[in-house]
């Protein structure tokens, strides 16, 4: 059973920062992309950016570029998302997915799912 487990979303600051981690169980993780989505209240979900399974290329979208940085450590089975400069239209419920075919592009060629997190930026 593949499980996506998102943590270290929270309150904060419009200005400072997050980090957040989702820890995958059940799949190779090491030969999966790994993206991160976000959905506001009312709004589609959107992509955020990903990450090749090597870790060698990452993809942002044009609103977080520059501020968001994806990484991840293979060994530990983790992707992480550093979000700093964080604005009031960043608050979201931000998922993480992994995707075997490697595109990556859009949330539909996502074969998997974490539950979310929570951020909100307060202004």
């Known amino acids: 059973q593949v499980q996506l487990i998102e943590s270290g979303g929270g309150l904060v600051q419009a200005g400072g920062s997050l980090r957040l981690s989702c820890v995958a169980s059940g799949l190779t993780f090491s030969t999966y992309t790994m993206g991160w989505f976000r959905q506001a209240p009312g709004q589609e979900r959107e992509f955020v950016g990903r990450i090749t399974w090597s870790g060698r290329s990452t993809y942002y979208a044009d609103s977080v570029k520059g501020r968001f940085t994806i990484s991840r450590d293979n060994a530990k089975n983790t992707v992480y998302l550093q979000m700093n400069s964080l604005k009031p239209e960043d608050t979201a419920v931000y998922y993480c997915?992994?995707?075997?075919?490697?595109?990556?592009?859009?949330?539909?060629?996502?074969?998997?799912w974490g539950q979310g997190t929570q951020v909100t930026v307060s202004s």
């Open positions: 997915a992994a995707d075997r075919s490697g595109s990556g592009a859009y949330a539909k060629d996502y074969d998997y």
